[in-house]
């Protein structure tokens, strides 16, 4: 990492302040605006927390009573640190900041002077805004001013923090609301949560967010669980432009009285009235002391603490993604057509990932070998296996990841953890074994930092895991895989082009869990799958009507497939079948499909089978109406050196 040391402008201007801005040459990461405004923080700790002040002072049990007087900002939590002390450690880690600002009242002022000397924070920046009860106090928008009018820093783009919130993960990166704020010159930030069950919407300021764009649509203070369906909890933590900082004035003059001095009303003026471009960013986890407080509500984080400390036992979180055949319609899903596809539970990849305290990316012993016996044996298993492992599936997820997040406003905890994976799948037998991989992997990654389907909806984690193979490992491939590997069971998949752009994904869903006896034969000795598609798909972009049209009857033939399976008609389903890799043959040709695949089709349909590639090549799907063959089926194929099994389904959890 290359560290810029510039001069900053508080320096320059004389204050006493961080002596200078550092600027992190780090890809993606910008700390100066395009007008090369620098980036100042103010936390704020003026408000007169009455309610949980007199608890403390009238609790009988006497066990709080070293906390008589002591500021919200500052009491203490299990581990010894102060709510304060999270905000300065998430600060002052790196720094973001050309300067740093508190402001506090009178009352409590030499309170936060004891901690300043303590926690090396420079004195001269804590502002006193004079007032020592709730009755003459100002209101926060009037000592943001103030902030602003005696340290001068109109001109620059200002970070917000209510530093006697704290929030819920003490991992939390605030480098990375810095980095999106960054990315978005054209508006200000606001980060939001989202709400626990037991939150009431009366008691938080609500936002609206465009999931597409991140902006915040609408901004409701307070509001009744009828006026909006979101729960999407906006705090005091946000980021302004010094274009928008010069608006507070026209705001304080329309607005002179204390009450209408608050955050949460000048949010809702921004961006309901003055139609000012807020940007949101939701972090996985929430806040907890937000605004007036009690004494059962101080207790309530101490336990949540110390629980979150006891599960913080760096346990392994372990994830799955199955193989999976395709059963009608492919290869069409790279073409707007139609799929039907079922996960199986013979083979799978399993991902694990823990806590560690550097990122590392374990490699697999057989996968990503290192080690070897001699150079013979270098020469045997570079031939048979190749030099692509499993590893860069892992890195080029992680690195995707990262990058979804930061486009789509999501903070992710400051955690390393290590990474690991295991696989079963044949290789290049066209099972999905690398979609598989990284399935998995992104699986774990959403568990380990604590997202959900709402963070990264479920239809888009398909598009996601595909842009991992072919953007990053220009792996040639489609979303079928990816989306039975989601969603897990037999899945009906319409890639129509309407469809995809009008949605930016297709339509997905379960055909029940009844399917006749289906057997798998794979070669031991396979063919590269990756290179199945080349021909056909040159030929389909340059409008090929033959193609085209074969596309299209591989989704009137899923489109009958489904009608068979819902009515249970095995025969009709053996017709297509065969109908399906006939018209693939027809499409794709011998020299493509390769010698060894035919022989694996012809083989069984000579026994009366219905026989189909579940997927590029190396492998076939087989359907026997008359399973008293089946034994000579399986005796066939292995006498012409396949392994043969029965397909065991893989049906999702909650069908």
């Known amino acids: 990492m290359t560290i810029t040391t510039i001069l900053s402008e508080s320096c ?105 000397t303590a926690s090396d924070f420079p004195v001269g920046n804590i502002i006193n805004d004079g007032s020592t009860t709730p009755a003459n106090s100002i209101g926060a928008l009037a000592d943001l001013e103030l902030a602003l009018r005696t340290k001068n820093l109109w001109d620059y783009d200002i970070l917000i923090i209510a530093g006697d919130m704290v929030f819920q993960d003490s991992k939390f990166d605030i480098a990375q609301v810095v980095d999106y704020f960054s990315h978005k010159p054209d508006g200000d930030l606001a980060i939001y949560y989202e709400m626990e069950e037991n939150e009431s919407t009366t008691s938080r300021g609500l936002v609206e967010v465009c999931p597409e764009s991140n902006r915040i649509l609408k901004f409701l203070e307070k509001p009744s669980p009828e006026e909006t369906a979101s729960r999407n909890a906006s ?39 003055q139609n000012v471009m807020v940007y949101g960013m939701k972090l996985p986890t929430g806040f907890q002391l937000i605004g007036q407080v009690g004494l059962k509500d101080y207790e309530s984080w101490l336990s949540y603490l ?215 034969a794979y070669r031991l000795n396979p063919s590269d799958s990756g290179q199945i598609h080349s021909n056909v798909s040159m030929r389909w972009q340059a409008g090929d009507q033959e193609v085209i049209a074969g596309m299209q009857k591989f989704a009137t033939l899923t489109d009958k497939a489904t009608e068979a399976i819902q009515s249970q008609d095995w025969s009709a389903l053996a017709q297509l079948m065969n109908e399906n890799f006939d018209l693939r043959r027809q499409l794709y040709n011998d020299a493509v499909l390769g010698e060894e695949n035919l022989r694996m089709v012809t083989l069984g349909r000579s026994m009366g089978a219905a026989v189909k590639f579940p997927g590029s090549g190396g492998a076939v799907l087989g359907m026997l109406n008359d399973q008293t063959k089946m034994e000579e089926v399986r005796h066939r194929y292995q006498e012409d050196g396949c392994v043969v099994v029965e397909v065991l389904p893989k049906w999702p959890d909650d069908l």
């Open 306 to 520: 110390t629980s979150q400390a006891e599960k913080e036992s760096k346990d392994p979180i372990y994830k799955r993604a199955y193989a999976r055949v395709g059963l009608m319609g492919n290869p069409s899903d790279g073409f707007n057509g139609k799929t039907i596809s079922l996960s199986i539970a013979n083979f799978w990849a399993e991902v694990t990932i823990v806590e560690s305290p550097k990122l590392r990316l374990i490699p697999h012993p057989l996968n990503d070998p290192t080690e070897f016996g001699s150079m013979a044996d270098l020469h045997g298993i570079s031939t048979k296996e190749g030099y692509l492992g499993g590893l860069r599936l892992l890195q080029a997820t992680c690195k995707k990841f990262y990058s979804f997040c930061a486009k789509r406003g999501i903070a992710l905890t400051r955690r390393n953890f290590t990474l690991s994976y295991d696989t079963n799948i044949p290789r290049q037998v066209g099972l999905a074994g690398s979609s598989a991989i990284v399935t998995a992997t992104l699986k774990c990654l959403i568990a380990f930092f604590n997202l959900s389907d709402h963070d990264i909806p479920r239809p888009l984690q398909p598009q996601f895991i595909l842009d991992v193979e072919k953007d990053e490992l220009l792996i040639n491939a489609g979303l079928q895989d990816r989306v039975v590997q989601v969603y897990e069971g037999l899945v009906y998949m319409d890639f129509s082009k309407t469809v995809m752009e009008q949605q930016g994904h297709g339509n997905y869903s379960h055909l029940g869990a009844l399917l006749p006896p289906m057997f798998l």
């Open 235 to 273: 705090v005091v933590f946000y980021t302004f432009r010094s274009s928008t900082i010069q608006m507070l004035l026209k705001y304080l003059h329309e607005f002179p009285s204390t009450e209408q001095r608050t955050f949460g009303a000048f949010m809702s003026w921004l961006i309901n009235v």
């Open 12 to 116: 320059r201007r004389g204050r006493g302040c961080c002596a200078a801005l550092i600027e992190l040459k780090e890809p993606g990461i910008i700390y100066k605006n395009a007008m090369g405004h620098n980036l100042v923080c103010v936390i704020f700790t003026a408000g007169h927390a009455q309610r949980l002040s007199k608890e403390i002072e009238n609790d009988q049990t006497g066990k709080y009573a070293h906390l008589k007087g002591v500021p919200k900002a500052l009491l203490p939590s299990p581990q010894g640190k102060r709510t304060l002390d999270h905000w300065w450690d998430a600060i002052n880690r790196r720094q973001l900041f050309s300067d740093v600002f508190l402001v506090t009242n009178a009352d409590k002022y030499k309170y936060f002077e004891r901690w300043a």
